[in-house]
């Protein structure tokens, strides 16, 4: 398998892997003021270098900087540079309030930033005192720039084996979805290219600072696979102009295609396969996709587990299973039904939350907090979540996701999130922006059927339709 390739590499070995296989060939493509860019992969290795060169010249080894993740070339490059340079990149969503974004700045306490245009706003008082070094993407009224080091004759970095596999590589923030985010610090021989899910050329959507999204980048480019670089906001316009093969999103963005399929305003001919994650799949989407002929699946895994625990392909799908696992990882069942996982991918700790760690990390073992089984053919399956658990006054134990999948069959329910308050469940349901009464009453008729179907203490006893759709995490998870 092409991952047992790249294990026990650093990043920088990564890199050169990739470079030395692919040469000259297409890595990345991207439109700026109109105009198509295209990167080759010894471009973009030699781009990296320069970067690192300048890092290491400007903060000290095992410094921590924090990352704008806007899926930028430029971005992207300072992000592998600075894992190659042994200069710790924390990537930050900077679309997240301002105040989160000073709080997890202030928990750093980076040497350097490393940022967009988009956020001297945001950056202004760090700009203008100078109190933490910055870094432009583009253009820097304030000093170099990631652009102009790229553009520049700057020697390039060589490795000096200073840096081993084990150590930290990159910072991720975990979703956040019921919590504070943790800062979760991942080893270099964690970033590993997984499935074995094969297309001709991709488009990157999903934030670099999402861990699914990050794994599927490394995914691409050990494959030499042509990605053109985008975002959330700008994915659907690069589609009509890239006609992609392949793409891994969050489920609210699938569910926009498959809206304007339907409508007639997309055409999604061009896509053998449309995956996602961050959250459970909307299996109306699911049936759709898959009556185009196009090979959909979620894959499971956690930012604690850089990504992909396991996976499915074309060939091994199952309905309703995230997959099977992963050859470079190992998966057990608790005796409480918790999903287990160890191996290189596992996390080295959270950042400056030794209590925390302890908590998750057990002689090897990463406590996922999630609920599940495995069947006789080694197929995994999610119920549900630990902390979500709704404990009836009978003893009986709910699983809140397995209810909200049940009730997302309902083609009138867009969102659900379901609680659970003294042995009374609610069901917290959103119907789209033209919901009306007719809907929910679609709606209540459907839990009354489903309710029909269980034992009594499963029953939803009370619905409240929301005027707006759920506010979500930057993974896309809501926030319950």
């Known amino acids: 398998m092409l991952y047992e390739e ?22 990345f493509c991207y439109k700026e003021d109109g105009i198509i860019k295209e990167i080759s992969y010894r471009q973009f290795f030699s781009g990296v270098k320069k970067i690192a060169g300048y890092f290491r010249e400007t903060v000290s080894q095992g410094s921590l900087i924090v990352i704008d993740s806007r899926n930028t ?20 969503n900077f679309n997240l309030p301002n105040d989160e974004i000073e709080s997890i700045i202030e928990r750093v306490s980076p040497a350097m930033i490393v940022y967009d245009r988009e956020d001297e706003e945001l950056l202004a008082k760090y700009l203008s005192l100078g109190t933490i070094p910055c870094l432009c993407c583009t253009e820097n009224p304030f000093g170099s720039s990631v652009r102009e080091i790229l553009d520049s004759d700057r020697p390039l970095y060589q490795n000096d084996g200073a840096i081993k596999p084990e150590d930290p590589a990159m910072i991720l923030m975990t979703s956040g979805s019921t919590s504070r985010s943790k800062l979760v610090v991942l080893p270099h021989h964690a970033f590993l290219p997984h499935s074995e899910v094969w297309t001709e050329k991709s488009i990157f959507v999903l934030p670099m600072c999402h861990i699914a999204g990050l794994n599927i980048l490394i995914n691409d480019m050990a494959r030499g696979i042509p990605i053109c670089l985008s975002s959330l906001k700008n994915g659907l316009r690069d589609i009509e102009w890239f006609r992609p093969k392949d793409i891994f999103a969050v489920p609210a963005f699938v569910s926009q295609m498959v ?17 996602s994650g961050g959250a459970p799949q909307n299996m109306d989407t699911v049936a759709y996709l898959n009556s185009l002929g196009i090979f959909t699946m979620s894959l499971y895994g956690a930012t604690e587990t850089a990504g992909i625990v396991d996976y499915s392909t074309p060939e091994t799908y199952r309905y309703g299973s995230v997959g099977k696992p992963g050859p470079w990882n190992d998966i057990r069942i608790s005796e409480a039904g918790e999903i287990l996982v160890k191996g290189k991918n596992v996390m080295i700790e959270y950042l400056g939350d030794p209590e925390a760690t302890e908590g998750v990390l057990v002689d090897g073992w990463y406590h996922t907090g999630d609920l599940g089984y495995i069947d006789d053919d080694g197929y995994l399956f999610i119920t549900g979540r630990i902390k979500n658990i709704i404990i009836l006054s009978n003893g009986e134990n709910v699983s809140p996701e397995a209810l909200e999948s049940k009730l997302s069959h309902c083609e009138d329910v867009e969102e659900v999130v379901v609680s659970g308050h003294r042995d009374t469940i609610t069901a917290r349901i959103w119907c789209g922006d033209d919901a009306g009464e007719e809907k929910m009453d679609r709606v209540r008729s459907f839990v009354a059927r489903y309710n029909r179907t269980v034992p009594t203490y499963y029953r939803i006893r009370k619905i409240e339709f929301r005027e707006r759709p759920f506010e979500k995490t930057a993974s896309g998870k809501i926030k319950r």
């Open 259 to 275: 809206k304007k399929s339907q409508a007639g305003r997309m055409d999604l001919s061009c896509f053998k396969n449309i995956s």
């Open 6 to 27: 790249y294990l026990d590499l650093t990043i920088y070995g990564m890199l050169e892997r990739m470079e030395n296989r692919f040469q000259e060939k297409l890595l």
């Open 73 to 92: 070339y430029e971005q992207i490059a300072a992000m592998f540079a600075a894992a190659s340079a042994g200069v710790i990149p924390v990537l930050v």
